[in-house]
Every structure is written in structure tokens, then in C-alpha cells.
């Protein structure tokens, strides 16, 4: 069951926890000092709402708590990337991959890559 919907502030943990972990709220709050600037109270609400969600677990360690994520990257990502592709292209990536080519927001590395996945896709 996925837990329930991640806001961007939450997201923000979630990455520094997915490259790291177990953490302190503290490691957290200096992981993100130079993108956010975020209290050390901030850093632990947003743990509670993580926790609270089913995304985070921790375990106690003397008066410290240390934060381990509980969602995987990949399937949090493929929730949202299914949750887009519904929401604003009617549940079909093809066109998502059209408004992307319109956009020219492809590089020659992209869709050298979009080309070896529909080889594999095809095999």
C-alpha cells in the first residue's frame, strides 16, 4: 500500500535519506542547509509527517532518533510518474513523450537512451 502523497518539503527529506541512512534530524536539517533554509524544527515536522505516513521509520538510539526510509525511491517515483501521466495525459505516456519533443527538451544522450529502451521494449 503506497503511503499517502509527499509534498515537495517532504520530497526534499525523503532525497537525503534515500542517498543516506539511518540520520538524526539534524544530519537532515545540515544535508539540506544549502538548498533550504530550514529550522532543525522544520526538519522534524517534516520527519513526524513522514513517519505519520508510512514513508519513514526510526529506530531510537539512546536520546537520538535515526531516521530510515521505509518507501523506495523507485517505487515513489513510479507512483508519481503513473499519478502525471494520468492525471494531465489521460493515463497514456506517448503523449508525455510528445509534449517533451515539442518542448525540445530532449538532448542527444536522452534520446539515445529513448531509443535503446523501445529496443529493449520490442525484444
Do not use: C
Amino acid at each position: 500500500m503506497a503511503p499517502e502523497r509527499i509534498s515537495d518539503a517532504e520530497h526534499a527529506v525523503m532525497e537525503v535519506l534515500w542517498q543516506r541512512s539511518p540520520l538524526t534530524a539534524a544530519d537532515v536539517a545540515d544535508a539540506l542547509a544549502d538548498a533550504r533554509d530550514w529550522s532543525l524544527q522544520t526538519v522534524k515536522t517534516l520527519l513526524s509527517r513522514l513517519t505519520n505516513k508510512g514513508a519513514v521509520s526510526y529506530d531510537q538510539d539512546g536520546r537520538r532518533y535515526l531516521y530510515s526510509p521505509i518507501l523506495a525511491r523507485e517505487d515513489y517515483v513510479g507512483d508519481e510518474s503513473r499519478r502525471l501521466v494520468d492525471r494531465l495525459f489521460g493515463g497514456r505516456a506517448a503523449p508525455l513523450i510528445a509534449h517533451l519533443a515539442e518542448q525540445k527538451t530532449f538532448t542527444a544522450e536522452d534520446l539515445a537512451e529513448i531509443e535503446r529502451l523501445i529496443g529493449e521494449l520490442k525484444s
